[in-house]
T-cell receptor
Framework: SAVISQKPSRDICQRGTSLTIQCQVD?????MFWYRQQPGQSLTLIAT?????????ESGFVIDKFPISRPNLTFSTLTVSNMSPEDSSIYLC????????????FGAGSRLTVL | DQQVKQNSPSLSVQEGRISILNCDYT??????FLWYKKYPAEGPTFLIS?????DKNEDGRFTVFLNKSAKHLSLHIVPSQPGDSAVYFC???????????FGQGTELSVKP
């Protein structure tokens, strides 16, 4: 299955700032998925990123807060904008193990702490 | 509304014994169920899955059971090993590859 690299692995951010998380996959994939895990909570899908089109956001998540780029078939970025302490979470990038499969491979995640 | 629930936040088991992790769901449209394991500072890794047309799937020490009438699935680990200590997430999907609905996780501790 694909190998996913995420940067940064962790960061401490000030309230009101924005941070961009990068996700690099070692093979070309059609869709990339961004998840969030808030402290003590389950993983929640933020959006699906397709190359060449706008990301599709889940209920409760908006593009102004979480803009996503997908410039090619191996790379995506997620920006967390105007951060508040409630944005302190682990953000995870994932891809399907194989096209159409129900199984996802996840990156190691980016742990953000907002002060 | 939590569609997938893992009601036990933690479980402690002796090495060599069976670990049973439970998961309940509310959406009868779910047709695929998965278990993931997560170590600290790592992303979740896929463990085992089951389609809604089956009631059991086995892979080595890991077996997943699905009871559709009760909307309940469980993961059995036999025998449990200290390396199995991790957080286990149950997840479900409705015929959509990337949209998985996760439970809150159960932290398993296997004592030597």
């Amino acid at each position: 299955s694909a190998v996913i690299s995420q940067k940064p692995s962790r960061d401490i951010c000030q309230r009101g700032t924005s941070l961009t998380i990068q996700c690099q996959v070692d093979s070309q994939v059609t869709m990339m998925f961004w998840y969030r895990q808030q402290p003590g909570q389950s993983l929640t899908l933020i959006a699906t990123a397709n190359q060449g089109s706008e990301a599709t956001y889940e209920s409760g998540f908006v593009i102004d807060k979480f803009p996503i780029s997908r410039p090619n078939l191996t790379f995506s970025t997620l920006t967390v904008s105007n951060m508040s302490p409630e944005d302190s979470s682990i953000y995870l990038c994932s891809v399907e193990v194989s096209s159409g499969a129900n199984v996802l491979t996840f990156g190691a995640g980016s742990r953000l702490t907002v002060l | 509304d939590q569609q997938v629930k893992q009601n036990s936040p933690s479980l402690s088991v002796q090495e060599g014994r069976i670990s049973i992790l439970n998961c309940d769901y509310t959406n009868s449209m779910f047709d695929y169920f998965l278990w993931y394991k997560k170590y600290p500072a790592e992303g979740p890794t896929f463990l085992i899955s089951i389609s809604s047309i089956k009631d059991k799937n086995e892979d080595g020490r890991f077996t997943v059971f699905l009871n559709k009438s009760a909307k309940h699935l469980s993961l059995h680990i036999v025998p449990s090993q200290p390396g199995d200590s991790a957080v286990y997430f149950c997840a479900a999907s409705v015929n959509q590859g990337g949209k998985l609905i996760f439970g809150q996780g159960t932290e398993l501790s296997v004592k030597p």
